[in-house]
Structure formats: C-alpha cells, structure tokens
C-alpha cells in the first residue's frame, strides 16, 4: 500500500540517512552464536517427497516456457548451485515458521528467485503457482475420489437393506 501522505512520501524520498545509521536495539539483534545456531538448525530441516516432488516439476516447466507474447519457448536457465541456495531458503522458511520439514508453502519462495531476466519473473511465478495448485488438485482429486466409492459403498448397503426388509419370508429361503 505504501505511504499514502505525499508530504510524509517526499520526506522518504530525499531522507538521505543510510542504512548503517540505523540502530537496531540489543533485543531485536541477532548474535553471532544465534545466527551459528539456526545455521546447523536449518541444516537438518527435511524435504517430504511430495515437496521434491513439486520442486523437480517446477525445474522440468521452467525449462520450456513462454516468456514473451510471441509463445516463443525459452529455457529459463537455473544452474545446480542456484538449485541448492534456493532449496536452503526453503529450508529457511520452514525453519522460521516452526517446522522441521518443508511444506508446498515453502516452495512460494522460488517465484522469487529462479528467474534471469525481468522477462521471465511473471511466467516462473505462474509455474510455481500452477506447482502448488496442481499438488492441491491431486489431492482433491483423491479426495473426491474416496469421497464417490463412500457414497457408492453406503447407497449399496442402504438398497440391500431395503431389499432385505422388503423381501417375502419365503424369498429368504
């Protein structure tokens, strides 16, 4: 949203304090042992099969997308070690967030970091997003499927009852 009063947005703007002169209080800073700490921490967060699993279809998309208007194909490049430093922000994130594996919310992350050029940020988000809505469908899709065989096995268990109740004495026989 921004700063919505222009006096307030002109004061932002020709403000020429540096971030060195910011003084952020004891409290709020991180120490060195901290930082070592969450480091080794971060270090034995986990990754899911699912996770990877969606890592590697996002790694596959990128590479044959169309990244102009002319749907000319273009192989976003994104080289192993870009790989590895954007699976340890995963790491980070589920870290920070309390958790010792990853979850598909982590992978939100890489929208931000896989693309090269300006061109490319808009379709790799959108592969990271159809990534993360196609692991929702599959389960959905699991879902409904569980959700139909429940609904067959009790409609066929409430017509044998019927049948049962309905049926002659001599039929039973």
């Not at 139909?148 to 009852?161: D, I, Q, S």
Request: hydrophobic share 40%; aromatic share 6%.
């Amino acid at each position: 949203k921004g700063i919505q009063e222009e006096k307030n947005f002109c004061s932002m703007l020709t403000d020429t304090t540096s971030d060195q002169d910011i003084v952020v209080s004891p409290e709020l800073q991180i120490s060195k042992e901290e930082y070592e700490r969450w480091s080794k921490e971060i270090d034995f967060v986990t990754f899911p099969a699912h996770v990877l699993k969606s890592i590697n279809q996002i790694r596959q998309a990128i590479k044959n997308v169309a990244v102009t208007d002319s749907n000319e194909c273009h192989d976003v490049y994104v080289s192993d070690r870009r790989w590895k430093k954007a699976v340890n922000l995963l790491r980070t994130s589920a870290f920070v967030h309390g958790r010792r594996k990853t979850d598909l919310s982590d992978i939100v992350v890489l929208a931000y970091c896989l693309w090269n050029e300006p061109v490319e940020c808009a379709v790799v988000r959108e592969v990271v997003t159809d990534s993360l809505f196609a692991a929702v469908n599959r389960r959905r899709a699991q879902l409904q499927q569980r959700v139909a065989k429940a609904v067959r096995m009790k409609r066929a268990a409430e017509a044998l009852k019927e049948s049962r109740q309905q049926a002659r004495p001599e039929d039973a026989n």
